[in-house]
């Protein structure tokens, strides 16, 4: 079978085939397929000669190692006319942003033709050197968990089987074992990507307790928690500080964010308890424990994942397009999510196993006039449809 191609080789491509300008950066979660697009993107004729390393600890890639490499590519620059230099997993480099800026300022002074591709995990990457050392010198390439339109062309999926299953390529053949689809996504997904990417490069006193608000906070997906809430919950002695923290290092991890509640002034948004929500559902359903099966087929359990799935393809979309994505509360009426872009809002409501009432979104179109309004798994917005990028968002 023809291995599947995302977006993303094709981005690299021509942005390649472009004059020399900046660094490109492919970023994303563990195992979304960063590698293997770069792995594609050298198979294919990209018009010049590559060199290719890999960062990790079995290696020791130290700033000396990064020093090197770079130089042999450098040789083939100048022996063939350009030459490409790819680093995967750069983030693995003690103050690699440094040294990628001296030489990269170099490669400008003497005019070496040397392309440079980096990935790395996470957007913590961007918050461990991007912004404090290579500002004006790089572009953001996002390799975020795989859709449902990807997922159904690449393996076939169901709409029922993405819900549950979710967008980690690696985990798509392991489905028909349960339990070592679980043990993969746990082993090679959310234990790495809290002990690597997050714990070994930010400040993290109490991994255990970071690893306990994951799973807890991953199964109350799509709902209203506030921090004391959380924090009564979690066997382990800390503060509402400690926790929001902690819960914006999984969001930069690409695994868990709170949406904050939407308000006009900034400063409201960020005072309010978050609502849950994972980058992709298996998270959830990992996450959830032994009534993991009740998530489709009990109407309250299957809403939240419903939810979930639509604010995972909201934050994905986001990111890309860049555009605020919230949610809404006025006593009893609610809006499950509020994106806005500019002057342009739109609230989004999700029907799905449970009854749900719409005077919510009545209420917050009359306080915010020119509001568009979506619901979701309506005749006009069918679940699938919308996961499939075939809803408009703004208007």
Not at 324 to 348: C, H, L, M, Y
């Amino acid at each position: 079978m023809t291995e599947y191609r995302r977006g993303i080789v094709e981005v690299l491509k021509k942005r390649l085939s472009e004059p020399r300008r900046n660094i490109q950066v492919v970023i994303g979660s563990r195992q979304t397929g960063k590698s293997t697009a770069l792995r594609q993107l050298l198979d294919d004729d990209i018009a010049m000669p590559s060199h290719m390393v890999r960062a990790s600890q079995d290696v020791r890639a130290t700033r000396d190692w990064l020093r090197r490499e770079w130089g042999e590519a450098r040789l083939l620059a100048r022996r063939d006319g350009k030459a490409l230099f790819a680093v995967d997993e750069i983030q693995m480099v003690d103050q690699w942003s440094t040294v990628v800026k001296d030489l990269w300022d170099e490669d400008c002074d003497t005019g070496c033709p040397l392309y440079v591709v980096l990935t790395g995990s996470s957007s913590l990457l961007l918050q461990s050197g991007l912004c404090e050392a290579l500002t004006g010198r790089f572009e953001l390439i996002r390799c975020m968990q795989w859709d449902y339109q990807e997922c159904h062309s690449a393996f076939g999926f169901t709409l029922e089987q993405y819900l549950y299953f979710g967008g980690y390529p690696g985990a798509a053949p392991l489905i028909g074992d349960q339990r070592r689809w679980l043990d993969y996504m746990n082993d090679s997904i959310i234990q790495p990507s809290i002990s690597r990417d997050v714990v070994s490069l930010e400040n993290v006193r109490k991994p255990a307790l970071m690893q306990a608000l994951f799973y807890l906070g991953a199964s109350y997906s799509s709902q209203e928690v506030s921090y004391r809430k959380l924090l009564g919950q979690l066997d382990d002695a800390g503060n509402t500080v400690t926790i929001a923290h902690y819960l914006d290092l999984l969001d930069g991890a690409g695994l868990m964010t709170g949406l904050q509640k939407y308000a006009e002034k900034q400063l409201n948004r960020r005072s309010s308890s978050p609502r849950l929500a994972v980058f992709d559902t298996s998270l959830m359903v990992a996450a959830y424990g032994p009534y993991r099966d009740f998530l489709l087929t009990d109407p309250e359990r299957k809403g939240h994942l419903v939810e979930s799935a639509v604010g995972a393809y909201l934050l994905k979309r986001g990111l890309s397009d860049h555009f605020d994505v919230n949610w809404w509360r006025d006593g009893a009426d609610e809006v499950d999510f509020v994106i806005q872009s500019g002057d342009a809002r739109t609230a989004i409501e999700v029907k799905s196993g449970r009854v749900r009432h719409l005077s919510g979104l009545d209420t917050f179109c009359a306080l915010y006039p020119g509001t568009h309004a979506i619901v979701v798994g309506s005749a006009d917005a069918p679940l699938e449809a919308f996961l499939t990028g075939k809803v408009q968002l703004f208007v």
